[in-house]
């Protein structure tokens, strides 16, 4: 058998490197695979984050990293683990391509007897092994991971200049792409060559969300409720804009103008982010025509801006 695995040891690569609001918050001793700068949570392909659903997450009673023994878990068992994903590699070559675009370190590369690559950016570990026969990438069902950060805006800013850099674009349909960033917004997505879905998580993310909208509102603004969870937490544009569209329809007369002028808004951003402007124009003159108050305008003028930041990301213009 041949062995060509590879440690790969480049020091100073990591999320600090051009942006001084992501930045590594912890000791850099320890294992390699030693998170720093973030916590890495593995898990199956569309998980959305430990909000999920009604429930809530019940602690088994661990008091943190070092913090102790995990009650519970028997002698010797602490609150320090590590724990890294190991996702399915459809390419190593790609998958090499992409993160080394992104700025990562390359801390293992082996491609025979067994595929299996290693990668680190600050406190983010991602390990890849060799997929399973008949695994088909643009499924983007292979797995996933959540990574909890304290400001993910900018995450998003770096990885978007590091890819734009790389390849002249952000790609934002297939594989392997970066989802769009509304302004206070608490996640994003990055897909890798292989359609698994690393899912940057502000760390601070609400847990109080239902889909449909909150039960507490009704018509319209439930509404509106309900498409900022499948655009904003399951980062569906698709379904939310379908949603927008038939609440509108159901609801718009009965609805109070800014509501109406809201949901028009928002629906304007989101046929930016999906490409679909046959109604652009139409919606952007009922919202036009809506009579407003100075909160009410500057409330909607935020919604719009997002669009207009969108179409600048999209772009790659500054502004």
């Known amino acids: 058998m041949t062995y060509t695995g590879t440690h790969h040891e480049a020091a100073g690569s990591g999320p600090t490197e051009g942006a001084e609001a992501v930045r590594a918050s912890g000791p850099r001793s320890g294992p390699r695979t030693d998170p720093s700068a973030g916590t890495v949570e593995s898990g199956a392909r569309g998980a959305v984050g430990p909000s999920e659903g009604e429930g809530r997450a019940v602690g088994a009673g661990t008091t943190g990293p070092g913090g102790g023994e995990a009650a519970g878990a028997g002698a010797g068992v602490r609150a320090n683990e590590t724990m890294v994903p190991l996702l399915p590699c459809a390419s190593a070559e790609e998958t090499l391509g992409f993160f080394r675009s992104l700025g990562f370190e390359v801390t293992y590369e082996q491609d025979r007897p ?43 800013a770096v990885l978007s200049a590091r890819m734009r850099s790389a390849e002249g674009r952000v790609p934002t349909k297939g594989a392997p792409r970066i ?34 909208g909150s039960a507490e509102l009704e018509g ?75 909160e009410e305008r500057r409330r909607v003028e935020g919604e719009l801006r997002n669009a207009e930041e969108l179409e600048h990301w999209l772009s790659g213009r500054s502004r």
């Open 114 to 156: 067994y595929l299996y690559l290693a990668f680190r950016w600050g406190g983010v570990h991602l390990h890849y092994g060799r997929a399973p026969r008949g695994f088909d990438p643009s499924r983007e069902d292979g797995g996933g991971c959540l990574v909890m950060v304290d400001d993910v805006a900018a995450y998003h």
């Open 179 to 212: 989802t769009r960033y509304r302004s206070g917004a608490s996640r994003f997505t990055v897909v890798d060559p292989s359609g698994n879905s690393i899912i940057f998580i502000q760390r601070d993310e609400s847990e109080e969300w239902e889909y449909g």
């Open 220 to 294: 319209l603004a439930r509404a509106l409720d309900g498409a900022r969870v499948l655009r904003d937490i399951k980062l569906d544009d698709r379904a939310a804009w379908r949603y927008l569209r038939s609440a509108l329809r159901r609801h718009g007369d009965d609805a109070p103008a800014v509501e109406r002028a809201m949901a028009l808004a928002a629906l304007i951003e989101l046929s930016v982010a999906l490409d679909e402007h046959e109604r652009r124009a139409e919606w952007t003159e009922a919202l036009e025509a809506i009579d407003l108050t100075v």
